[in-house]
């Protein structure tokens, strides 16, 4: 059975740092293209990184994130990480990876950062950046 579980989320101050894990069983990570996304209270669940399939060499990041936020990947743990360093408070909400069968998403920028490109998805993770 194909199942991804996050881990790693808990309470931060703003400006520090949490490393989220992706976690795979009943599958290999690598063939499959892995993106995070987080939904808060009240908002739509939005992308905001990915890593290509078969060793991980293309990343993508949204606005929001970009140059705090690092992915990737340790095939010999069949696990993807999300660093996430200077933590905003708006950077509260739910984590989730997923895994995507189409490897072609992560040749244009932004696509792999769509939900509907991902057909499996983990439990989610609770980030929450708060003083």
């Known amino acids: ?3 991804l579980v996050e881990s790693g989320g ?3 101050q703003p400006g520090g740092s949490l490393r989220l894990s992706c976690a795979a ?4 990570l690598d063939y499959y293209v892995i993106g995070w996304f987080r939904q808060a209270p009240g908002k739509e ?8 399939s078969s060793g ?6 949204a606005d929001s994130v970009k140059g705090r936020f690092t992915i990737s990947r340790d095939n010999a743990k069949n696990t993807v990480y999300l660093q996430m360093n200077s933590l905003k408070p708006e950077d509260t909400a ?11 998403i992560t040749a244009l920028r ?5 939900r509907s490109k991902y057909g499996y998805w983990g ?3 609770q980030v929450t950046v708060s003083s």
């Open 10 to 12: 808990g309470l931060v």
């Open 56 to 61: 991980g060499t293309t990343t993508d990041y």
């Open 1 to 3: 059975q194909l199942q």
């Open 94 to 104: 739910v984590y989730y990876c997923a895994a995507s069968q189409i490897r072609s």
């Open 110 to 114: 932004g696509l792999c950062l769509m």
């Open 45 to 52: 669940r939005e992308g905001i990184s990915c890593i290509s």
């Open 123 to 125: 439990q989610g993770t």
């Open 25 to 28: 069983s009943g599958f290999t």
